[in-house]
C-alpha cells in the first residue's frame, strides 16, 4: 500500500484531540500551544495531535 504523506498532514493538521475527553478539535496550532482553544465538552486546554505513535 502506497503512503500519502501530503495527503496525511492535509488530514491531520490543526486537529487536535482532547486528552480528557478525546473529542477532535480543529484549531491553529499556535493557539493549542497558546492555550486559547478551549475543549467544548469539557473546557480543558490540555491536547495532543491526531497522530500519536
Ligand atoms: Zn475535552
Known amino acids: 500500500m502506497v503512503k500519502f ?3 496525511e ?3 491531520f493538521r490543526n486537529i487536535f484531540i482532547c486528552k480528557k475527553c478525546s473529542t477532535k478539535i480543529r484549531a491553529n496550532n499556535m493557539k493549542i500551544i ?3 482553544i478551549k475543549c467544548r ?3 480543558s ?3 495532543r495531535s491526531v497522530r500519536k505513535k
Open 9 to 11: 498532514a492535509r488530514k
Open 41 to 43: 465538552r469539557c473546557n
Open 45 to 47: 486546554h490540555k491536547f
Open 5 to 7: 504523506p501530503e495527503a
Open 34 to 36: 497558546q492555550e486559547k
